[in-house]
């Protein structure tokens, strides 16, 4: 069975500039979430999906971070303009039945 | 509110020691409880979980047990290898995810 697929898993950008990473989840798996992970902490939830609906987003910083998820499969989470605090792992997960299957990460520098 | 607590690390063991790595939670109604765990440059793997009190996961040699009565979900292994070396999140999960802030295992041998 084919894993959380994310994508790029390394960029670097300058503060102001955008960026746009993408997952696909595992095939059947309604619920979709992207976490941050910074140095040396847990992950912290941006934003849950339940198919192509927002579950909860109420910790994504919403004047800079949008996501989206067409058609309830793919998703994209997008930062403009990007800060220097955006630095982090930005982790993609799917669930079935109350277990988190987590991509592989797509790492941010903002310089 | 639902919120994990876990040990600080770094944690510095020799090959074949005894591990434990603390966790302790707050939740309403009955979570589940999870060990998650990242190896360098990777995303994070499911370890074990457990989903009712009283219910032990294990995998890979690693245990923990859900004890309601201390709010406690404590990782361990009994020998230690290399290969273990890690950071390992502990999670419960209510009406969403919530992690610990990782515990760092370096094994030397």
């Known amino acids: 069975e084919a894993g959380v697929a994310q994508s790029p898993r390394y960029k670097i950008i300058e503060k102001r500039q955008s960026v746009a990473f993408w997952c696909n989840p595992i095939?059947?798996?309604?619920?979709l979430y992207w976490y941050q992970q910074i140095l040396g902490q847990g992950p912290k939830l941006l934003i849950q999906f339940q198919n192509n609906g927002v579950v909860d987003d109420s910790q994504l910083p919403k004047d800079r971070f949008s996501a989206e998820r067409l058609k309830g499969v793919d998703s994209t989470l997008k930062i403009q303009p990007a800060k220097l605090e955006d630095s982090a792992v930005y982790l993609c997960?799917?669930?079935?039945?109350?277990?988190?299957?987590f991509g592989e990460g797509s790492r941010l520098t903002v310089l | 509110g639902n919120s994990v607590t876990q040990m600080e690390g770094p944690v510095t063991l020799s090959e074949e020691a005894f591990l434990t790595i603390n966790c302790t939670y707050t939740?309403?109604?009955?979570?589940?409880l999870f060990w998650y765990v990242q190896y360098p440059g990777e995303g994070l793997q499911l370890l074990l979980k457990?989903?009712?009190?009283?219910d032990k996961g294990s995998n890979k040699g690693f245990e923990a047990t859900y004890r309601k009565e201390t709010t406690s979900f404590h990782l361990e292994k009994g020998s230690v290898q290399v290969s273990d070396s890690a950071v390992y999140f502990c999670a419960l999960s209510g009406n969403q995810f919530y992690f610990g802030t990782g515990t760092s295992l370096t094994v030397i041998p």
């Open positions: 939740a309403t109604g009955y979570p589940s």
């Open positions: 095939s059947g798996h309604a619920t």
């Open positions: 997960a799917s669930s079935l039945e109350r277990e988190l299957f």
């Open positions: 457990a989903t009712k009190a009283d």
